[in-house]
């Protein structure tokens, strides 16, 4: 295990590092560590490893949403309100719509097949936006318009909808029937999960002002109490809807809310985590890409995998539509909306694991959704946003630095 670390560290940061020299994005380069390393090529990471990545990404994302939380500003997300929650789902309804639209045309499948097809390709990644926000909000790109913190808020619950709708459609696929009750549980999800996170930050808020103990231990403290709230989710399925990524989230914004300067240094403790994890996050993301999959899909799943992102792009542009902001800063929305890795990567291959017959070609279409759209929504965003978005005055970027 030790060694099979080593390489990923030290290879991912290498090629990430040598990407953006390149002035590419250095997640490209962990991805692409992560393929070569994985078992579907060198075969050089240990199994042990392989079989708790999924733990290691979600404490990965959780550090990274613990930190959007730590940063992001209540007021500023209040500002742009309909757009943010309309991001939330509506361009996973477009995407799924041209999936049920195109597949069966251009793949031969069935209109359910499609659907199931639609709910995996529908999310977008946190793991790449979600970084790229933070750095934005940093540099003070679109922070008066409150872009970067529109589009934090809609990633952290378009996933929570779209695995609803897919655990939907599966369980549709296997003869289980559809409850339209199971739709309920996405806004009851998000209350429950906000809800419980912002209780939790005031919580440690009141807590840290009466104990005393170094900032290094309160991160300690989070890092658990985040741990915890992400758990609380596998064990409240059946009984409760609830977010526990958007509980994670809620936790930083809380604790922010309360006590801004404790807040502030926090998140510059997590800024310094992330290095080790953002490598972590992205070479295992990549390690569960299997690259012949991409081979035998053909020029048919290319052309539908650009056809929904067309449809992605015009949920976005709706999402917008009528809002202060000027074209060039729409175009940049839907560019961000572009990117897909972590929840492809994690539920591509359930349908193949359950027996179902489109298992195969979800899995391919997914890989290939990977492949394809977290290079270009990186890249675009990395080259696009100086040109795109505009930058707030001085005094505001340092107050947020």
Same mark, same amino acid.
């Given at each position: ?22 002035? #590419?994005? &250095? ?108 750095? =934005? ?15 934090? $808020? ?7 909808? @779209? ?6 459609? !599966?369980? #549709? ?24 996170? $912002?209780?939790?930050? $005031? ?25 915890? #709230? @992400? ?14 990524? +958007? ?18 240094? =926090? ?13 972590? +996050? ?59 890795? !972590? ?5 591509? &291959? @359930? ?12 899995? !391919?279409?997914?890989?290939? $959704?990977?492949?394809? !759209? ?13 040109? =795109? ?7 505001? @970027?340092?107050?947020?630095?």
């Amino acid at each position: 295990m030790l060694i099979s670390l080593a390489l990923i560290f030290l290879t991912g940061m290498c090629l990430g590092g040598l990407l953006k020299r390149l002035r #590419l994005p &250095g997640l490209l380069g962990m991805l692409f560590t992560g393929m070569v390393l994985g078992p579907f090529v060198l075969d050089l990471l240990d199994p042990s490893i392989l079989g708790i990545s999924a733990d290691l990404r979600e404490i990965a994302l959780v550090i990274i949403l613990t930190r959007a939380g730590l940063s992001l500003e209540l007021e500023d997300l209040k500002k742009v309100g309909r757009p943010a929650v309309l991001l939330c789902f509506v361009p996973a309804c477009f995407e799924m719509a041209g999936m049920a639209l195109l597949a069966p045309r251009l793949l031969g499948v069935s209109l359910l097949d499609a659907a199931i097809m639609g709910a995996v390709v529908g999310a977008v990644s946190p793991a790449v936006i979600v970084p790229k926000m933070l750095s =934005l909000m940093e540099e003070g790109y679109g922070v008066k318009q409150g872009i970067p913190q529109m589009i934090l $808020a809609g990633v952290s619950v378009d996933d929570v909808f @779209v695995i609803v709708m897919f655990s939907a459609f !599966t369980g #549709l696929a296997q003869g289980e029937g559809f409850s339209p009750v199971s739709l309920f549980q996405v806004p009851v999800s998000i209350l429950t999960g906000a809800a419980a996170g $912002a209780a939790v930050g $005031a919580v440690l808020a009141a807590f840290v002002k009466r104990v005393h103990m170094r900032d290094s231990a309160k991160v300690v403290v989070l890092l658990s109490l985040s741990f915890l #709230l @992400v758990s609380a989710e596998d064990g409240l399925k059946g009984w409760l809807p609830f977010s526990g990524l +958007l509980a994670v989230m809620s936790l930083g914004l809380g604790l922010q809310r309360r006590n801004r300067e404790l807040a502030v240094r =926090l998140s510059g403790k997590y800024s310094k985590l992330w290095v080790a994890s953002e490598v972590l +996050l992205f070479v295992l993301v990549g390690a569960m890409v299997d690259p012949s999959y991409a081979l035998q899909a053909g020029g048919a799943a290319v052309i539908l995998i650009f056809g929904v992102l067309l449809f992605r792009v015009a949920g976005v542009f709706l999402c917008v539509l009528g809002t202060a902001l000027n074209g060039r800063e729409r175009l940049f929305c839907m560019i961000a909306y572009l990117p897909k890795a !972590t929840v492809q990567a994690a539920i591509g &291959g @359930v349908p193949l694991a359950m027996g179902l017959g489109c298992g195969q070609i979800v899995l !391919t279409v997914a890989v290939l $959704a990977i492949l394809i !759209t977290a290079p270009l929504g990186a890249i675009g965003m990395e080259v696009s946003y100086r040109r =795109l978005l505009r930058r707030a005055a001085g005094p505001e @970027v340092e107050n947020r630095s």
